[in-house]
């Protein structure tokens, strides 16, 4: 059986009986409210909804708290930092707030609605990502409820990077640049103009433009000339299209310096890109994806299945869609982060692909006040569990150490202090309850200065550990509930351990009675 | 000449005698095989585990390592090291020649697959399997290629595997894969499904119940075909953290050159949209997933893509053409490999180094010179080397035996005390351990020489000892410290 007949080009709006009511265009001439009831309407509130369940825990990444940090010295002073502030290893070093724009907008949601404004943040956040990625499957699929399905499917992928940082609005912007292109792609030429104001926003807010910029350049590439080869398809751009979108290519270029710091904001992603290898060797983000956990399982089942796919029932791809697919997938499997980017780029060939088996939405058959009903029932539901502050507390207290901050503020101890890495930015946070830190979420920044090799060989436990607390002159650590560090430190009585709970330990220096025992300190 | 060459090749990438931590309880066990004739049904190479049911479930490599040492010593075993690796490599070669009809496109596939192998070639009885498997696989190809008789030999080659490896199970798979994807002719796409006449059915089915059969000739009866899949799902310990066990570790070289592979052959499939047969495509996928999931398994992968990579590189490459063949340089050619070989093969001397810059050997002459009380905590990778070197006198808390050691809890007990989980010191106090012999650097070994009752007695660049000292050596100790560190 071949299907060579029915092939559809993955996004190709012409493609022989793939007339879909939900397409932009044919959707222009309905009215609105029944646009805003429509059944995809009511598929993309279970989207949103769907973010809300998985996402209503504040379930928040440890750099979170560094971000809103910086923010709130930002919406106080109305200074943009240039050395840092906040650590005793490195205080006075250059560091610019590279994401300042998101640091702002969480700092100011924080200010005016405290943690119920960044849980709301954080779901908002969410549900337009998730909106944007149905949108732009659907622009390219032609088919809502086969994007639907492929959208659920990666929402799973999607959300484990839900987690309430400035890359969310990074992640936004890609996926709002790649609507535009591909309403381009589509012969809408006004599409392309709002990217130079998005870059001016992006540049300020993530170093993912760049992403965004490469999307731009592998479209335009990719329209260079026309020609197919096998099941690959290279649609020309028009000299006018070409013209354009090198102008709009241009402009966003143009952008980008606008900045409280100047260009040194677009230089940053570059500079730190090649000479971070303790970071990139340590941080799981950073990490070649674990394929021992189910979203990482699912990536795989997904990047396979395609490619299985292709065998079985062949489909054609457009140049652009094998470049992007397989980068992303590729960067993806080395570097655990870029999940973020696989789901985007790939939505749009899974969309496709699904399709092909699932049937169109018919506006004919659509029964609007039964998704009236299930829209109501939804948005109830999140009005009635969205979290109180005191869960979001309690949520808050079993991942960040809470209590230890609370003790050192009951019972003050003095002297630098050695933390665990992902305390840094809460501690950070807290301050002035605890003392500087020795290192938090901001890598580029302890590993150029060296602090970030030393906190490896202490966190590792490596020979002369004790000499690398020494030179800093640590009189306490707070580390993670169970790091080897407490075992290494409490089975000498030149260190107590005064405080734990489930989440930290603190453990105090107490060098007096280390020299009456007479212990080796290497 | 080609085939000469890849085997020059694995010669060249495994010129060091680095074999595998397991290696040298597999030696062990071989060895006890032979000089008593007797199966072990309990083990008897550590404390921890002592008389706890154990079989051998790998003897007949086991026995052919220990028959190999005790003629010919280390540099006998580096020489079967060699011919192991060059039957995988030139069993893959034929594979791939056979599938894809192009020698010179099937030298290219097996050299470049070579590469992601060569890691995986660990002494230890899975090479064994790994060339068992590969044969399957030519048999299968040649049996599809029209050759009835091809099969017949598959029966005798299980009746060795199920007493070597537990990789007789993929084997049957595959067998079993062939089968199925013959049943019916269709097509979807770039898959085929060709199918079998009936005697060919029957025929495959009949070898597939004969190879069933043989699986329970072995020392143990039954018990060595139930082995391998005992343990599917029941060792999470060891799963979580033992190396080969791991996911594919994608910051790596050869794991980056496994994604160009796979993203390649995606790329040439869009381009030139091949026809595949359904078996090849099963197996190629499956071995995909599996060397994913766990990086050992990328010894599964490399045999079921390479006939499939061949067929693919084999439309860039011009097929061989005997008439313009040269001979007399060939012949020089394999002269000159088989001479450099002879030439550069290592000397006894040099693999005992090669040895030494692995193993604990000079710790172990330590301890025989000066004798520590028992009993001794090791690392997880040194126990094979000391019941080996020890004769199995000394012996170990643990070795590369997971299955013994995770259902008794003693694998649990050695995480926690290596990665100094609260509570760890107790832990090892449990087991009254006298003496450690650990890796050098690691944070355990840090934590023990720190501390007064344990004294660091031996230390080189691979391993420290340290020794429990009694009350009154520990008081002396910490007075002689503190008389050092207070002016």
């Known amino acids: ?522 | 000449m080609l085939g000469a060459l890849l085997a020059t090749a694995v010669f060249w990438a495994k010129h060091d005698f680095n074999v595998d931590t397991d290696f040298w309880w597999h030696l062990k066990v071989g060895e006890d095989l032979l000089a008593t004739h007797h199966w072990p049904t309990t083990d008897s190479y550590s404390y921890t585990a002592s008389g706890q049911p154990w079989i051998a479930a790998e003897w007949l490599g086991e026995v052919l390592f220990a028959g190999t040492e005790r003629i010919g010593g280390l540099p006998a075993l580096y020489l079967l090291l060699m011919l192991m690796g060059a039957s995988i490599v030139l069993a893959l070669y034929v594979l791939c020649t056979l599938r894809s009809g192009n020698s010179k496109a099937s030298f290219a596939a097996t050299a470049i697959l070579t590469i992601l192998a060569l890691p995986v070639f660990h002494f230890r009885p899975q090479m064994l399997g790994f060339l068992f498997l590969v044969l399957t696989l030519i048999a299968l190809e040649r049996f599809r290629h029209g050759r009835a008789r091809a099969l017949w030999f598959l029966p005798f080659l299980f009746l060795l595997w199920v007493n070597t490896h537990g990789s007789w199970t993929i084997g049957l798979f595959c067998i079993f894969v062939y089968w199925a994807s013959g049943l019916q002719e269709r097509r979807f796409g770039a898959v085929e499904m060709r199918a079998w006449t009936i005697s060919q059915r029957e025929r495959l089915l009949l070898v597939f119940m004969l190879c069933l059969a043989v699986l329970p000739i072995t020392p143990y009866g039954t018990q060595l075909a139930v082995f391998p899949v005992q343990f599917i799902g029941s060792l999470p310990v060891n799963m979580a953290s033992i190396n080969e066990w791991q996911p594919m570790p994608f910051d790596l070289v050869g794991a980056k050159l496994f994604l160009v592979l796979l993203f390649l052959w995606f790329a040439a499939q869009l381009v030139y949209k091949t026809s595949w047969r359904l078996e090849e495509l099963t197996l190629y996928f499956l071995g995909i997933v599996m060397a994913c999931l766990h990086v050992r398994f990328l010894l599964v992968f490399v045999p079921f893509f390479a006939p499939v990579f061949a067929v693919v590189v084999a439309r860039w490459i011009p097929a061989y053409e005997r008439q313009k063949d040269q001979h007399l340089l060939n012949t020089l050619l394999m002269a000159g490999m088989l001479a450099g070989m002879i030439h550069f093969f290592p000397k006894r001397a040099e693999i005992e180094g090669d040895v030494a810059r692995t193993y604990p050997t000079r710790a172990i002459a330590f301890m025989r010179a000066h004798p520590v009380r028992s009993p001794i905590f090791n690392t997880y990778g040194f126990g094979g080397y000391m019941e080996w070197s020890s004769g199995g006198r000394e012996k170990v808390f643990i070795d590369g035996r997971g299955e013994l050691f995770e259902p008794g809890g003693v694998f649990a007990d050695y995480r926690y005390i290596t990665t100094l989980r609260p509570g760890a010191l107790a832990v090892l106090n449990l087991y009254q351990v006298q003496t450690c012999l650990f890796d050098r650097d690691k944070p355990l070994a840090v934590l023990l020489a720190s501390l007064p009752e344990w004294k660091k007695v031996y230390e080189d660049d691979i391993s420290v000892v340290l020794v429990r000292q009694n009350s009154a050596e520990a008081a002396a100790t910490a007075v002689s410290q503190a008389g050092r560190q207070v002016p």
């Not at chain 1, 020309?236 to 310096?257: G, Q």
Request: charged share 15%; glycine share 8%; with cysteine.
């Open chain 1, 1 to 522: 059986m071949s299907h060579e007949p029915s092939r559809m080009v993955v996004g190709d709006s012409v493609a022989p009986g793939n007339k879909d009511f939900s397409a932009p265009v044919a959707s222009a001439k309905v009215p609105l409210l029944q646009q805003l009831f429509s059944f995809p309407a009511m598929l993309a509130s279970c989207l949103v909804t769907a973010v809300f369940v998985a996402r209503h825990n504040f379930e928040v990444d440890p750099d979170l708290w560094w971000h809103l940090k910086v923010g709130e010295d930002i919406l106080s002073t109305h200074h943009w930092p240039t050395v840092d502030p906040y650590s005793f290893t490195v205080a006075g070093q250059p560091w610019l707030a590279y994401e300042w724009l998101g640091d702002v907008l969480i700092a100011s949601v924080a200010r005016v609605a405290g943690l119920r404004g960044l849980q709301a943040l954080l779901i908002v956040l969410g549900a337009a990502i998730m909106l944007a990625l149905y949108s732009y499957a659907t622009l390219r699929s032609k088919n809502s409820k086969g994007s639907f399905v492929a959208v659920s499917v990666l929402l799973a992928l999607a959300c484990a990077n839900f987690n309430l940082r400035p890359q969310m609005l990074g992640y936004l912007f890609l996926l709002l640049t790649l609507i535009a292109l591909e309403r381009f792609r589509q012969g809408k030429k006004t599409a392309l103009w709002f990217l130079p104001p998005l870059f001016l926003l992006w540049i300020n807010a993530h170093g993912s433009w760049e992403i965004g910029l490469a999307a731009i350049l592998a479209y335009w590439l990719c329209g260079l000339r026309g020609f197919q080869l096998g099941d690959i398809v290279v649609h020309a751009w028009s000299p006018e299209e070409r013209t354009r979108l090198s102008l709009i290519f241009l402009l966003c270029l143009t952008v980008i310096p606008i900045t409280p710091y100047g260009t040194r904001l677009a230089a940053y992603p570059f500079q730190v890109a090649s000479s971070l290898p303790l970071n990139l060797a340590n941080i799981e983000e950073w990490r070649p994806i674990a394929l021992n956990s189910p979203g990482p399982q699912l990536f795989l089942f997904l990047v396979l299945g395609t490619i299985f796919a292709q065998v079985a029932a062949p489909m054609r791809w457009r140049l652009e869609d094998v470049l992007l697919f397989v980068g992303a997938a590729g960067m993806t499997f080395v570097h655990a982060r870029f999940l973020l980017l696989f789901v985007p780029f790939f939505s749009p060939v899974f969309a496709t692909m699904l399709s092909r088996w699932v049937p169109k939405y018919q506006r004919e058959k659509d029964h609007y006040v039964l998704n009236v009903l299930l829209m109501v029932l939804m948005l109830g539901g999140m009005i009635h569990y969205f979290p109180s502050n005191a869960q979001i507390e309690k949520k808050i207290d079993a991942g960040f150490p809470v209590g230890a901050v609370r003790y050192l503020k009951d019972h003050p101890v003095t002297g630098p202090m050695y933390n665990s890495y992902d305390f840094g930015g809460y501690l950070v946070y807290t301050e002035p309850d605890v003392p500087k830190v020795f290192i938090d979420g901001r890598g580029e920044l302890y590993e150029h200065g060296g602090v970030f090799a030393d906190y490896v060989h202490v966190a590792e436990l490596q020979p002369g550990v004790l000499g690398v607390l020494n030179n800093y002159g640590i009189r306490f650590c707070m580390v993670r509930s169970g790091d080897p560090l407490t075992v290494f430190l409490t089975a000498r009585p030149n260190w107590k351990q005064v405080y734990s709970d489930g989440v930290s330990v603190i453990v105090v220096r107490n060098d007096s009675s280390a020299r009456r025992q007479g212990f080796r300190d290497q």
